[in-house]
């Protein structure tokens, strides 16, 4: 395997962007931060049942994404899904619930970790076979193009997933028919314990865009407004008719694949240059350095979040457990 | 006796309207396409009608926005058709050979027949397989008989016509349904030009003009009889009533029941039947293991076993792929031959 570190560009300057969009960025980054970190716990104290794969450390791409989109737009979630869906809008009371399994929680306890989604934020409850989701998002975009309702998809995946048959077959349908989609790669470098550079000879995945003859571009992922102006581009080109557009966004996971990997498979070296990059804390001191921020607001944020957080862990604990007949119930509509 | 549902019958009419299964189709999908513009075709080859030419016409009516033909990538299309429906649209996917269904069977299985299971009801997914089934000659590959296959999974609907009227009543209400629906027609039945078409007294049949659906999950008593019942679906529909036309000339009386759907299945008209009947046949071309005649089996021993007089029997392909010479091929699908020695040892005395 070959190393690879973290290139990040030169920050771009804050005051192009408005106020509310960047204080939106940070407390959307540090609620999934949090989110995963309270899961994390309470996971380990045995209180969560089924298993997680959690975000953390790819915050700023999930972020950056979703906050490029209309509200309206919809998005498909990865077995990694909580930080996706939680940028798109998902209350983080209805996701903590449907973690724990509770009738109260956004697929009523059907769906857990790895299906939570809340379509009514635009979030389709999430895909966990990797590569699955890229066709259903060219559909749901299909439906928007013929509709004309002028919204788009945006298709998250891991660079797993561009190693799959359904992955390059809705690439092929999607860039065939110019429909409304923007290919997320949100690319941590590892599919369970795989490196990349172990299983393609591509350098980037965005090299594979041309074969589809659509726009492929490989950003650094630890950075929003990085991911935000690329995101935004690709949407706009989307929504204008002239088709799809893949989004390589590079970051890295800064736990294991799941609750119960180290990840120890992971060189030293490519861990701690990574980790080193923590785009939350990384975010909190750029925005210290534009005068519209400081300490004070920042705390009021992150104290909101907090209680916001401990409401829905609450919430969650609290609520009831789906009444048996619920198993028989949403097989047919 | 538990309540039967209504069910309409075929008529007869005038001769122009005798249609086979695949003019049925054309004509329910047609009028579908007119009724609902959220309903288009997408599939291999379609602009030429497709293998069986059940879209044959179609582009040159509703154009290439809502005749859709595709690159050879059928989990891509399958999960295509899945997001444009949850999207609101109501997209019929047209298979050249059901056997081409394994290559999206992540697609059908774990995405298409369980989002709205797993998001809690939040999305609907009204989503049509129009598929050729079973054994036509072709080898192992193109011989498949899907709905076995399918008949495990829950969370999607099974229909399986075997007559004319039949499958546009059932194709329309299948457009219709807001679930995932499986439409099998067997290869033999389509009728379509250069096609073989299974000679039975009900291969083509009149078809009326006027506007009718079928409901899915109600069975059909095709020939009514008091000796035995047998229960076949698509071809082994159409050899059953040929044995039972043919052995009502030697005395024995034949009911047939024809499930129509196998998920959901109407239990309810085939225990009836067992129990006016005392005798069971069950006559399937899928595998004979875990076939759905097992389950029929079951169902009319668990409610009917008292009125059993004979030993219940099922027919089936053995288990094993289909094989191509022509001989070995007719070798392993149920036979006339063989229903009507199974029928003649059930119901001697």
Request: net charge negative.
């Amino acid at each position: 395997m070959q190393i690879k570190k973290p290139k990040p560009p030169e920050p771009r300057e804050l005051s192009g962007y408005e106020d509310g969009l960047l204080m939106e960025m940070y407390r959307r980054m540090f609620l999934i931060r949090n989110f995963e970190l309270s899961v994390n716990d309470l996971f380990l104290r045995g209180l969560m049942p089924g298993t997680i794969h959690l975000s953390h450390g790819q915050e700023a791409t999930t972020v950056g994404a979703c906050l490029a989109l209309h509200e309206n737009d919809v998005v498909t979630l990865t077995h990694r899904g909580h930080g996706q869906g939680l940028a798109k809008g998902i209350t983080p009371k209805s996701m903590m619930a449907e973690l724990f399994g509770k009738v109260t929680g956004c697929c009523m306890g059907k769906g857990g970790s790895l299906h939570v989604g809340d379509i009514s934020v635009g979030a389709l409850p999430a895909i966990a076979i990797v590569g699955a989701s890229s066709p259903i998002a060219a559909g749901m975009a299909f439906a928007f193009k013929r509709h004309q309702t002028g919204q788009i998809a945006c298709n998250f995946f891991g660079e797993g997933a561009a190693n799959k048959g359904d992955w390059h077959e809705a690439l092929n349908l999607a860039a065939l028919w110019a429909l409304p989609v923007v290919f997320l790669c949100e690319n941590n470098l590892y599919g369970v314990s795989t490196h990349m550079t172990d299983v393609m000879l591509n350098e980037y995945v965005s090299e594979r865009a041309a074969a589809y003859h659509m726009p492929g571009v490989t950003i650094y992922g630890n950075d929003p407004i990085e991911v935000y102006d690329t995101v935004l581009e690709a949407a706009e080109r989307a929504r204008r008719g002239d088709g799809p557009t893949l989004v390589e966004s590079l970051t890295y996971r800064r736990g294991g694949h799941k609750r119960d990997d180290p990840g120890t498979y992971r060189p030293q070296e490519e861990v701690e240059a990574w980790l080193a990059q923590d785009p939350v804390p990384a975010f909190r001191e750029r925005l210290l350095t534009d005068k519209r921020f400081d300490e004070e607001r920042l705390s009021g944020i992150e104290e909101a979040v907090g209680a916001e957080l401990d409401h829905a862990v609450e919430f969650a604990l609290s609520s009831d457990d789906p009444p048996t007949e619920l198993a028989l119930e949403h097989v047919y509509a | 006796m538990p309540e039967q549902t209504a069910s309409p019958k075929a008529q007869t009419g005038t001769a122009e309207r005798d249609l086979t299964i695949v003019q049925a189709l054309r004509e329910a999908v047609r009028e579908e396409m007119y009724r609902d513009e959220d309903v288009f075709v997408i599939g291999e080859d379609i602009r030429i009608g497709g293998s069986f030419l059940f879209t044959l016409g179609l582009l040159d009516e509703f154009g290439p926005d809502r005749v859709i033909n595709t690159p050879i990538s059928e989990a891509g299309f399958v999960g295509l058709a899945t997001g444009a429906a949850i999207q609101g649209m109501r997209p019929i996917i047209d298979f050249q050979y059901g056997d081409f269904l394994f290559t999206a069977f992540d697609q059908i299985i774990q995405q298409a027949t369980k989002l709205r299971y797993m998001s809690g009801g939040q999305v609907k997914i009204p989503l049509v397989f129009q598929l050729p089934t079973g054994a036509s000659g072709r080898g192992a590959q193109h011989a498949n008989a899907m709905e076995g296959f399918f008949y495990h999974i829950p969370g999607l609907k099974l229909v399986t016509p075997a007559s004319p009227y039949d499958a546009k009543g059932l194709f329309k209400s299948a457009v219709r349904d807001d679930n995932v629906v499986l439409f099998c027609v067997h290869k033999h039945l389509y009728g379509s030009k250069g096609r073989q078409l299974q000679e039975s007294s009900i291969a083509r049949q009149y078809v009326p003009e006027e506007e009718y659906t079928i409901p899915l999950g109600v069975a059909d008593v095709k020939r009514e009889g008091s000796d035995i019942t047998v229960v076949a679906n698509l071809l082994m529909l159409h050899r059953a009533l040929n044995v039972a036309a043919e052995l009502a000339g030697e005395g024995i009386s034949v009911e047939v029941v024809d499930p129509r759907t196998l998920a959901p299945l109407d239990s309810d008209t085939i225990v009836a039947s067992v129990k006016k009947t005392g005798r069971l046949l069950v006559v399937e071309e899928n595998s004979e293991r875990g076939g759905w005649g097992a389950q029929v089996v079951a169902d009319v021993a668990s409610q009917a076993i008292g009125y059993i007089d004979a030993p219940i029997r099922r027919l089936a392909t053995p288990d094993v792929p289909i094989p191509f010479a022509p001989v070995l091929e007719e070798a392993v699908i149920p036979s006339q031959t063989q229903i009507r020695e199974a029928i003649l040892e059930l119901v001697r005395p």
